[in-house]
């Protein structure tokens, strides 16, 4: 099944909170998962990603947490801030295609 | 960092005409490139996959034939809408695979807005 889950499909944070966004996939073959952000016009850029063999990756405030016996990865995003306003959008990418299924889309409100 | 631009970054062209859309980056060569449809307020859509040289590789549902693909170097790869429709009115974006690099990093394009009247 080459589908990626997303939820929650908007969520709002006040300014120095967590935003933690979820990911599920059900194809055991996809085995790298990258996170991007997207501003309104813009074009998505990469955050963070992951290969199944680590659990957790940081990066700064972003954190991704990998579960790959439920097929799962969430992003977390700490200390959230109004600039990180925008749609973020978890991906998976199948072994030796270097494809990406991006998943639906989170729209994120930080608010001040 | 790896910098892929896309040019226009906005088009407006009547039904039935033909619109170019380039993508190239700028400080690395992409030995892949790969087309996306982004609809208002939704995910991003694979349309094809191109490998320099060679034909596109189209995802199920993209015609081919009215969404042509030439990757004609290392660093640049055109997307043409031929017979533009006002249903093709959307955000098309590009990446590229850095041959050099991380096998699976994509960098993104702005994107384009196309708008067919």
């Known amino acids: 099944q080459q589908q990626v889950k997303q939820s929650p499909q908007s969520l709002i944070v006040q300014k120095g909170g967590i935003s933690i966004i979820n990911c599920a996939y059900e194809n055991t073959a996809f085995d790298y998962f990258p996170w991007y952000q997207q501003f309104p016009g813009k074009g998505p850029a990469l955050l963070i990603a992951i290969r199944p063999d680590v659990s957790e990756k940081k990066e700064g405030r972003f954190t991704i947490s990998f579960n790959k016996s439920a097929k799962q990865f969430s992003l977390h995003i700490m200390d959230s801030q109004p600039g990180d306003s925008a749609t973020y959008f978890c991906a998976a990418s199948p072994d030796g295609t270097y494809k990406y299924i991006f998943g639906t889309g989170t729209r994120l409100k930080v608010l001040a | 960092g790896a910098v892929v631009s896309q040019h226009p970054s906005r088009v407006i062209c009547k039904s039935g005409t033909s619109v170019k859309i380039e993508c190239r980056s700028l400080d690395f060569q992409a030995t892949t490139m790969f087309w996306y449809r982004q609809f208002p307020k939704q995910s991003l859509m694979l349309m094809a996959t191109s490998n320099e040289g060679s034909k596109a590789t189209y995802e199920q549902g993209v015609e081919k034939d009215k969404f042509l693909i030439n990757h004609a170097s290392l660093t640049l790869s055109t997307l043409t809408v031929t017979s533009a429709h006002p249903e093709d009115s959307s955000f098309y974006i590009c990446?590229?695979?850095?041959?050099?690099?991380?096998?699976?990093?994509?960098?993104f394009g702005p994107g384009t807005r196309l708008t067919v009247t």
């Open positions: 990446s590229a695979r850095d041959g050099q690099g991380s096998h699976y990093e994509q960098y």
